[in-house]
Nanobody, 129 residues
Framework: QVQLVESGGGLAQAGGSLRLSCAAS????????SGWFRQAPGKEREFVAV????????SYADSVKGRFTISSDNAKKTLYLQMNGLKPEDTAVYYC??????????????????????WGQGTQVTVSS
């Protein structure tokens, strides 16, 4: 089992920045693709940014492209989401997720929440105008 714990959410003004962290613990020795997703009230969970196991591939939702950056520190077993230029429409609960992959999927990206087996508890991000 892998446990994921997000932190770094909070309240920000439009145009401001926040940095989310997702610390992994437990059975982290496998190969995991990872991602950040968000869910606003009354809406479905949507992908924000996804990362391949090797870190060689990544992708962003059009709504955050150029403003958000996904990164990882393998030594710390931590995934990050740097969010700049925040907008009120970025308000949501943000989740990190991990998916165990085979070596043949080292650079694959996974965009659907249903593809991920491990989730954090979520962290609230609220952006005021």
């Amino acid at each position: 089992q892998v446990q994921l714990v997000e932190s770094g959410g909070g309240l920000a003004q439009a145009g401001g920045s926040l940095r989310l962290s997702c610390a992994a613990s437990g059975r982290t020795s496998g190969n995991y693709a990872s991602g950040w997703f968000r869910q606003a009230p009354g809406k479905e969970r949507e992908f924000v940014a996804v990362f391949s196991w090797t870190g060689g591939s990544w992708s962003y939702a059009d709504s955050v492209k150029g403003r958000f950056t996904i990164s990882s520190d393998n030594a710390k077993k931590t995934l990050y989401l740097q969010m700049n230029g925040l907008k009120p429409e970025d308000t949501a609960v943000y989740y990190c997720a991990a998916k165990l992959v085979g070596i043949g999927s080292r650079n694959d990206l996974f965009y659907r929440p249903s593809e991920y087996g491990y989730w954090g508890q979520g962290t609230q991000v609220t952006v005021s105008s």
